[in-house]
C-alpha cells in the first residue's frame, strides 16, 4: 500500500516491475482499476489508477465505499475530445451501476445508467463515432425450460443484454437479448448450486463495432464471438463454441474468453483465457478470420509470462506500434509485448488485487484543483521538508518552494527541484512564516501553485 505525506486520504495498490521497459515499450501511460479479488481483504483503496511505467500512480480516484468498484477504466473520445471513462457500482459477477465520463481536468462531464429499467453491468463501456455508449446487462428472466440441461422446467436464467444508449438524452437505440437468438443448450457452463440463483448461460463480456457497423459480441460461457446485425439483431455468423459457422483452424479454438475486438487490418483480438481441464495457460490471441471460405487461423498468440491460466477477466490491445497490451484479469498483473511476441514490459499488483482490464494510452492531465503540499519541521533551525504532489497532472517536471512573510507575499527559494514519482521531497532552509509550491513544466512555466502553509516555527 502507498502512503503520502501531501495526500494523507490516497492508498493506492504497490505496484512491483518485473520487465523494466525496453527501448521497444510503447509511449502513453497505464490505465487499470485495482480492486480486491472475490472474498480478498485489503488496506489498499479501490478506484480507477493511472501509472507510469516505474509503477508511479499519474492520477488516482480512490473510492470511498469498500462494496463498490470501478471497470473498464480508459481513454475514448466523446464528443471529439479525449476523455477518461470508467464504469463504477456494485459486482457479485455481473455489475449493478452507472458510467461515468471525465475530461482532462477530471471533472466529471456525464454520468449515465441502462436504459428501459435494467441496471448497467461492468463488463463493457464503449464510446461510438456517434456519440453513443454500448454497454452490457445482465438481465433476469424466469419461466425458462432447463431440463434439456438438466435443470427445472420452470428455471430462472440471465441473458444477455446488448444495449446502445445515446449518452446526452440516455435514448436507447437499439437492444439485443441472447435468448431471442441463443439457446442455454449452447452453455459450456454448469447449473447453480442452489436453485434460487439463475443460471448465467451466457454471459456477455465484450461489445465492439465492427468495420460494417455491425456488433461482435463475446459470451464467455457459450466460448463463443456473435457477429449481429446493429439493425435487425439476427446473428450472421458464430466464432468458436458448439455452433461455429467457422473450422477453427489449429490453435484457434478459444475458451471462456473475454475482449473481442476487431483490428483496422480485418484479424480479430481475444483473450483466450483457457479451460483448465484442457488448456496449459492463457493466451492472447489474433485470429484472421476468412469471411468467404468460412476459415478461421491463428496468426499469433502471447502467452503469460508466468505459464498461468486466468480464470476469469482480461484484455487484449493492439497498440499504435503494432505492440500488444494485455491485462491479465483475475491474475495480478499486466504486460506489454512486441508484434513478434517479445516480452517489453511487465509488472503486477499485491497477490490480492486484481484489474478487470489493463490499457496503454496517451493522456493529457490538468487537474482542476491545485497542487497538495505537506510541511515538516526539522524541530531546530531553519530546515524543513516540504512534499510536493499534484494528483492527475502530467505536464509537471519540477518543483519550486516559495517562501514569504505572508501568503500573498511568496517568492522562490532556492532552485527548482526534479519530480520524483507522485510525491517529491525537498529540503530547504527558510526563517519565513508561510511556504508553499509551484509546479512546473519543462521550460519553467507556472502550471499551478498550492496553497501556503503556515505559520511555520
Do not use: C
Not at 24 to 47: C, H, L, M, R, W
Not at 233 to 259: C, T, Y
Request: aromatic fraction near 10%; charge should be negative.
Amino acid at each position: 500500500m502507498r502512503s503520502f505525506r501531501s495526500r494523507p486520504d490516497l492508498h493506492p495498490p504497490t505496484i512491483d516491475v518485473l520487465t523494466p521497459p525496453h527501448d521497444k515499450t510503447a509511449s502513453g501511460y497505464i490505465f487499470v482499476a485495482p480492486k480486491n479479488g472475490p472474498g480478498e481483504q485489503s488496506p489498499n483503496q479501490d478506484g480507477p489508477l493511472i501509472l507510469d511505467n516505474s509503477g508511479e500512480p499519474v492520477w488516482f480516484y480512490a473510492l470511498e465505499r469498500e462494496d463498490e468498484d470501478t471497470m473498464d477504466f480508459k481513454v475514448q473520445y466523446y464528443q471529439g475530445e479525449p476523455v477518461i471513462t470508467f464504469w463504477k457500482g456494485h459486482h457479485t459477477g455481473f455489475g449493478q451501476g452507472e458510467y461515468v465520463i471525465l475530461d482532462s481536468s477530471y471533472k466529471e462531464i456525464a454520468r449515465f445508467g441502462a436504459g428501459n429499467g435494467y441496471l448497467g453491468d461492468h463488463h463493457e463501456f464503449l464510446i461510438t463515432d456517434e456519440d453513443t455508449a454500448l454497454i452490457t446487462i445482465y438481465g433476469k428472466v424466469g419461466g425458462i425450460d432447463l431440463s434439456g440441461v438438466g435443470g427445472p422446467k420452470d428455471g430462472a436464467v440471465r441473458e444477455g443484454i446488448a444495449q446502445e444508449v445515446e449518452i446526452e438524452s440516455g435514448e436507447v437505440i437499439f437492444e439485443w437479448h441472447s435468448l431471442e437468438h441463443v439457446g442455454v443448450e449452447d452453455s459450456y457452463a454448469d447449473l447453480p448450486k442452489n436453485p434460487a440463483y439463475a443460471f448465467d448461460y451466457f454471459h456477455i463480456n465484450s461489445i465492439d463495432v465492427d468495420h460494417d457497423s455491425n456488433l461482435l459480441i463475446s459470451s464467455r460461457n457459450t466460448s463463443t464471438v456473435y457477429k449481429v446485425d446493429r439493425k435487425s439483431g439476427e446473428v450472421m455468423w458464430r466464432l468458436g463454441g458448439e455452433k461455429s459457422s467457422f473450422e477453427m483452424g489449429p490453435g484457434a479454438r478459444i475458451n471462456f474468453q473475454h475482449d473481442a475486438r476487431r483490428q483496422p487490418d480485418g484479424t480479430i483480438t481475444i483473450f483466450d483465457n483457457g479451460s483448465v481441464e484442457t488448456d496449459d495457460r492463457t493466451y492472447g490471441i489474433v485470429l484472421e478470420v476468412d469471411e468467404d471460405n468460412m476459415i478461421t487461423t491463428l496468426v499469433r498468440r502471447y502467452p503469460h509470462p508466468e505459464g498461468r491460466i486466468v480464470g476469469t477477466q482480461g484484455s487484449v490491445q493492439v497498440l499504435p506500434n503494432d505492440n500488444v497490451f494485455i491485462g491479465w484479469g483475475s491474475n495480478p498483473l499486466f504486460s506489454e509485448f512486441s508484434r513478434d511476441g517479445q516480452l517489453l514490459y511487465s509488472a503486477s499488483f499485491p497477490p490480492q488485487v486484481e484489474s478487470y482490464r489493463a490499457f496503454r494510452f496517451p493522456w493529457r492531465g490538468h487537474p482542476g484543483d491545485d497542487p497538495a503540499v505537506a510541511v515538516v519541521e526539522a524541530g531546530s533551525g531553519d530546515e524543513i521538508t516540504i512534499f510536493a504532489s499534484w494528483n492527475g497532472a502530467t505536464e509537471v517536471a519540477g518543483w519550486q518552494v516559495v517562501a514569504g512573510s505572508s501568503p500573498e507575499k511568496l517568492e522562490p527559494v532556492g532552485s527548482a527541484a526534479p519530480r520524483e514519482g507522485f510525491e517529491t521531497a525537498m529540503r530547504v532552509k527558510t526563517s519565513e512564516a508561510y511556504v508553499g509550491v509551484e509546479a512546473r513544466d519543462s521550460s519553467g512555466r507556472v502550471l499551478g501553485s498550492s496553497r501556503a502553509v503556515g505559520p511555520i516555527g
